[in-house]
């Protein structure tokens, strides 16, 4: 039971997390296929004899922009996206970021708890940025 870096095979269970999930990127298998072969691009993964839940990210120079985060519906709530904003955290910093940043919309309360509780903090807003009626929020983490 653990955080470990995606492998290709794992991509139709990435697919399949993201697509049980409202508010995920919900790419295709293809797209995160492409995220994969990016050097500057992390995907992981929870695994559990069984994907549970994923992180994707991009490095920009020394920041570290998550692009998704999905945990399947029945594996919420026991700290799944947790473990891998930390896993995510720790390799980041390793690798010289100075921040993790995101993005979310503003009526995704879930996702808004779990990133405040993570530690990060609202940095700014897209106004109507979603169906031009909701505001994207933006949000970072400093890493010391
Ligand atoms: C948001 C999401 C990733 C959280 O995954 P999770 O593994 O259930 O999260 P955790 O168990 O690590 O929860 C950590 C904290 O987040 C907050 N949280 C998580 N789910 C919540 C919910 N439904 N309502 C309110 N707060 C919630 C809580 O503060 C929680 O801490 P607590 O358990 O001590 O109360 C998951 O609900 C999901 O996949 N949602 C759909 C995809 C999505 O919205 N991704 C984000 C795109 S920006």
């Known amino acids: 039971m653990s955080v470990r870096p995606a492998a290709p095979a ?3 269970a990435v697919r399949a997390a993201a697509e049980a ?3 995920s990127a919900r790419w295709s298998r293809e797209d995160y296929g492409r995220e994969l072969a990016r050097a500057e691009s992390w ?10 839940g994923f992180i ?16 399947r519906p029945p594996d919420r709530g ?13 390799r980041a910093r390793q690798a010289g970021c100075a921040k993790l940043s995101l993005e979310v919309d503003e009526r ?5 708890a779990l ?24 949000m970072d983490r400093p890493l010391g």
């Open 10 to 12: 794992d991509l139709g």
């Open 21 to 23: 999930c409202a508010f």
């Open 43 to 52: 995907l992981l993964v929870w695994d559990e004899g069984g994907i549970k």
């Open 56 to 71: 994707l990210c991009r490095r920009v120079l020394d920041e570290a922009q998550i692009l998704d985060v999905a945990v």
């Open 78 to 90: 026991r700290g799944i996206a947790t473990a891998l904003l930390e896993a995510l955290a720790r």
């Open 108 to 112: 995704n309360l879930a996702a808004l």
């Open 115 to 138: 990133y405040r509780k993570a530690g990060y903090g609202v940095v700014g807003r897209r106004r109507k940025f979603y169906n031009n009626a909701f505001d994207a929020v933006l």
